[in-house]
């Protein structure tokens, strides 16, 4: 299946005191590559729901492989859905480049009913849309 790219660009202000890109902003890069994601699939679904109408997440998980210092070029963001459950689904990430994975890590996000206020299942449309975009993770070599 396919997976989604998201070019992610690097701020200066992203950077903690020992130069490179603090962990808590790792979260928020996951997060642009996640809204993207999601409000692009959005103009393809109708009445029957859409992530884009609300979610939340539910669960943050990641693994930091490498730092990262700031530098002008982008780093890309390769998410996938992981999986799909009744009213929840799983995204995971890497954010590499062409030479160095920095960071693996997971999203459980969960659709809400905004005007209700609580969580809603996921719908057969919605479900179709993200199976375009299930995968799973490459397999990797093992450091002894």
Same mark, same amino acid.
């Given at each position: 299946m396919a997976r989604y790219l998201y070019s992610c660009p690097l701020r200066w202000s992203d950077m903690d005191a020992y130069g490179h890109v603090n962990n808590a902003v790792f979260l928020r890069y996951l997060e642009e590559a996640r809204i993207d994601f999601i409000n692009r699939l959005a103009p393809r679904a109708t009445e029957n729901g859409s992530f884009v109408d609300g979610?939340? &997440?539910?669960?943050?998980?990641?693994? %930091? !492989?490498? +730092? !990262? &210092?700031?530098r002008p070029e982008p780093v890309t963001i390769e998410m996938w859905v992981a999986k799909i459950g009744a009213a929840s689904m799983t995204v995971s990430y890497e954010i590499k480049d062409?030479?160095?994975? %920095? &960071?693996?890590?997971?999203? #459980?996000? #969960? +659709? =809400?009913?905004?005007?209700?206020?609580r969580p809603r299942r996921v719908t057969a449309e919605e479900?179709?849309? !993200?199976?375009? =975009?299930?995968?799973e993770p490459a397999e990797e070599a093992v450091a002894a």
């Open positions: 979610s939340v &997440v539910a669960r943050h998980e990641i693994d %930091y !492989l490498r +730092p !990262l &210092v700031h062409a030479e160095t994975t %920095y &960071v693996r890590a997971s999203t #459980v996000v #969960v +659709p =809400f009913d905004l005007a209700a206020g479900k179709a849309l !993200l199976e375009e =975009f299930r995968d």
